[in-house]
């Protein structure tokens, strides 16, 4: 499918077949398996084969481009429209991980990505726009019945701010997992019986009859052009092979492969219909299979030698890089009267006859408005005054999660509701009159898996557009991690696919009980790449941070769309802080030339000299340190927050260190158990003793 009908080179293919890497010797890239291959390209309607010829059906034109460039996202395209012309169809193969059915809501996310990209169907309120975006999910028959996140995503189909236009569906039913047979593979009589959960319309074809099946296509593709919802084929066929190269199937299927092997392929029954109705004859399907298998055979030899072009970071992603060894700094700040501005906007409601409920207009709208006026900013104003800042910018920002628009907490508040008519209003979209960059708030189904892994696929789309997942409470993380495993954490060093996704994770220990206090912290280091011995550059897999304020998290916010390279950022989120009087921030952190700080050092020490301790915290336990330390009335101890992890801050904290000259004692302090938080990880990875070196 890819080398005959998507053009992939098959140069690549034999040179992973070989042990070779499929990406330039220059890249950062370790490459995937071949079978997790993938491409995108223009592919021209009426379309046939490469050479576009009726008696060359499956040959290789070594003239038409099998290495596209250019792409709207970081998945190759040799199209400038996204869409495709009007005599192509433009088709992105999303990478597939190990993890069966992890790629699905990753396909549909990139499909709503894309219309959002070109304003199309939801965002511009007209479904039929959303026929020029098709996203297909091919299942395995195995898979789409025990795979949990395929109900998620099915459920998720026609929620709103997660719609397409339905999806395509595609069952490739060998009525065989790996060696699971179906009445081992569920309960029901058909595999594709999960889509009921929606009422969606299940095409059974026999994978026999090619004709069949392109009629069946047909007939899928009307029923979701005119009703704009899921659609699913049931390709009942089977697999030939083994599972793998080395598998063989007859050891637990005895009786189905014996068979399988006394029946023709597909492929020789076919051809053999073909040449009985005298539309090809067996000389011209032998020329054929001959000019295939000679160019074949020219591949392989030329790719010990073949270098493949650039095919990453281009059109949306031309102003992007791939980061350096050094930690770069980036000025995040915005003025301080536009913040005003926008803080005030941020809760203003124009109708007179909106009702905002009376609490939220107490306790989130006028104390918005006195923090505007006093510059004394809590936590969801920073996070409001960072987002609508990025939309006056021009870029877009998508908010997403269970609860979000109004918060877990009832903090965020950014949709409000109105008490009488249930009509949902969000200030932030109306900051200007002729405002062209939205925050979409996508109040999420309870789901983690599909929902993140659509997310993700939002977020490799594009660049221009800042995208938010937050986690209820920051341990709900793990029925997401899947996703984390195979594309967040490793989809840069797998496919060279940058991702901008910010995860907010609610942490604290605050008596909650085991679940709802913890997210966490020390697996998402132990899935970081950060140095065990060196000095962590940008170049790092993923960002964790942990922000004691909320300058710290508006600049976080802000730093993600800045620069000019983007890599996913985990934020130990607050919980208890988010309305801590001592965790307020001035306006004046928040103003140009002012940037995120990757260590604090102690604001109340005024003479380092007479410091004999120092004791390093991270996050919201500085600030019960602090007060211990203030009613006790230490004055020879110093406070040092470490503010982001990965990368860690050496060369910063090697500066503080320095500067208490007489310190002889050096603490790690943290509210997580021994075995949990930060701590395994500045001990045993040596960094906070390279910084004392």
């Known amino acids: 499918m890819m080398a005959v009908l998507l053009n ?19 890249s950062v890239c370790s490459g995937d398996i071949l079978t997790h291959l993938y491409c995108s390209v223009d592919v021209p309607t009426g379309y046939m084969n490469p050479t576009g010829s009726k008696d060359q059906v499956g040959s290789i034109d070594p003239t038409v481009s099998r290495d596209p460039t250019g792409s709207t996202n970081p998945m190759v395209s040799n199209s400038k429209d996204p869409t495709g012309s009007k005599d192509s169809v433009h088709v992105s193969f999303i990478p597939n991980p190990s993890h069966l059915e992890a790629n699905d809501p990753v396909i549909v996310g990139k499909a709503r990505g894309r219309l959002r990209s070109l304003r199309l169907g939801p965002y511009n309120n007209d479904s039929e726009n959303c026929n020029k975006i098709l996203p297909i999910q091919v299942h395995g028959d195995a898979a789409v019945s025990a795979q949990g996140v395929v109900c998620e995503l099915l459920s998720m189909s026609e929620v709103p701010h997660f719609t397409v236009g339905g999806s395509l569906h595609l069952i490739v039913n060998n009525q065989l997992g790996f060696t699971t047979e179906a009445q081992c593979a569920r309960s029901s009589q058909h595999c594709s019986d999960v889509a009921k959960v ?32 899921d659609v699913l084929i049931d390709l009942v066929c089977f697999r030939r092979w083994g599972h793998n190269e080395v598998d063989d199937p007859s050891i637990t299927q005895p009786i189905m492969y014996s068979i399988i092997n006394n029946r023709e392929s597909v492929p020789d029954k076919y051809v053999k219909d073909l040449c009985k109705e005298n539309i090809i004859s067996e000389s011209e399907l032998n020329v054929i299979q001959e000019n295939y298998n000679k160019e074949l055979n020219n591949r392989l030899k030329s790719s010990d030698s073949y270098i493949r072009d650039r095919f990453y970071l281009d059109n949306q992603w031309s102003g992007m890089v791939y980061p350096g060894n050094t930690l770069t700094q980036w000025d995040t700040g915005f003025p301080i009267d536009s913040l005003r501005f926008i803080g005030v906007a941020s809760v203003l409601v124009t109708d007179p006859s909106f009702t905002i409920h009376s609490r939220v207009h107490k306790v989130h709208c006028e104390a918005r408005r006195d923090q505007m006026l006093c510059g004394k900013i809590d936590w969801s104003s920073a996070e409001s005054l960072a987002i609508g800042s990025l939309l006056v910018q021009g870029y877009d920002v998508r908010l997403c999660g269970q609860d979000v628009g109004r918060g877990t907490f009832s903090h965020r508040h950014v949709m409000l ?43 490799i789309e594009s660049p221009n557009i800042l995208p938010i997942w937050e986690a209820q409470f920051g341990d709900f993380f793990n029925g997401a991690q899947t996703i984390l495993d195979t594309y967040i954490s490793n989809g840069e060093s797998k496919w060279m696919l940058q991702c901008g996704l910010v995860m907010l994770l609610p942490h604290g220990m ?26 962590d550059g940008d170049n790092v897999n993923w960002f964790i941070v942990n922000p004691t304020t909320p300058a710290q998290y ?43 700080q990757s260590v604090i050092d102690d604001p109340r020490i005024s003479d380092k000299r007479s410091v004999k301790r120092l004791i390093f915290v991270c996050g919201k336990h500085y600030y019960a340190l602090n007060k211990y330390r203030n009613e006790s009335n230490f004055n020879d ?5 470490i503010e982001e992890l990965v990368p860690f801050p050496t060369a910063r904290l090697q ?5 208490y000259p007489s310190v002889r004692e050096f603490i790690w302090s943290q509210e997580e158990h ?8 500045v001990y045993h990875d040596s960094l906070i003793a390279l910084a004392f070196d």
């Not at 992939?8 to 220059?26: A, C, N, W």
Request: proline share 6%; with cysteine; hydrophobic share 40%.
């Open 417 to 459: 509701v109105d008490q009488k008519t249930d009509d949902i209003y969000i200030p932030l979209n109306h900051i200007m009159d002729d405002q062209t960059s939205f925050l979409e708030v996508a109040n999420s189904t309870l789901s983690e898996e599909a929902v993140l892994g659509f997310e993700y696929g939002m977020s």
């Open 8 to 26: 992939f080179p098959v140069e690549v293919m034999f040179r992973k077949m070989k042990g070779l890497p499929e990406f330039p010797s220059d």
């Open 510 to 535: 605050d008596g909650a009980g085991p679940d709802h206090s913890s997210c966490r912290i020390e697996r998402f280091l132990q899935m970081s790449d950060s140095k065990e011995s060196g000095i």
């Open 637 to 641: 101890c110093a406070i040092i927050r």
């Open 198 to 229: 929606i009422g969606c319309p299940v095409i059974h074809v026999n994978g026999d009859r090619p004709e069949l099946v392109a009629m069946a296509t047909r007939i899928a593709l009307d029923y979701r052009e005119t009703f704009h919802k």
């Open 554 to 596: 508006f600049h976080l916010l802000r730093r993600q769309i800045v620069r000019n390279f983007r890599k996913p950022l985990v934020i130990v989120a607050p919980k208890m802080l988010l309305r801590y009087p001592e965790a307020m921030s001035s306006l004046e952190s928040m103003a140009p030339g002012t940037s995120f």
């Open 674 to 681: 021994r075995n949990q938080g930060a701590w395994q990880f």
């Open 655 to 659: 500066q503080i260190i320095s500067s």
